[in-house]
């Protein structure tokens, strides 16, 4: 049974950094697309940024280009999402997500797995 757990959200001041983890379980990590997605009360989830099975291609949303970066560790079998310089516009419940697919999707119908989502909430 594939699960993808999220972790590292919170509460944090406009300006500030918080780091998300994903712990993926229960499929061969290193042969997974990765990404991650955010949702806003109303609105579809949107991509945030992809990484590669290997980790040599990253993706990013223009929204979050230079301030977000995305890494993996597949001995650990873990994506990290490490986001600086935070903005009130970053709220929204995180979701991570594994595709078969190399290709880095930035749709939700690209991945084939999704963990429960974390609250990332930063303040003015």
């Known amino acids: 049974q594939v699960q993808l757990v999220e972790s590292g959200g919170g509460l944090v001041q406009a300006g500030g950094s918080l780091r998300l983890s994903c712990a993926a379980s229960?499929?061969?990590?290193?042969?997974?697309?990765m990404g991650w997605f955010r949702r806003t009360p109303g609105k579809e989830r949107e991509f945030v940024a992809a990484?590669?099975?290997?980790?040599?291609?990253?993706h990013y949303a223009d929204s979050v280009k230079g301030r977000f970066t995305l890494s993996r560790d597949n001995a650990k079998n873990t994506v990290y999402l490490q986001m600086n310089s935070l903005k009130p516009e970053d709220t929204a419940i995180y979701y991570c997500?594994?595709?078969?697919?190399?290709?880095?999707?930035?749709?939700?119908?690209?991945?084939?797995?999704w963990g429960q989502g974390t609250q990332v909430t930063v303040s003015s």
């Open positions: 229960g499929l061969t990590f290193s042969r997974y697309t």
């Open positions: 990484i590669s099975w290997s980790g040599a291609y990253r």
């Open positions: 997500a594994a595709s078969t697919d190399t290709y880095m999707g930035v749709v939700t119908t690209s991945y084939d797995y």
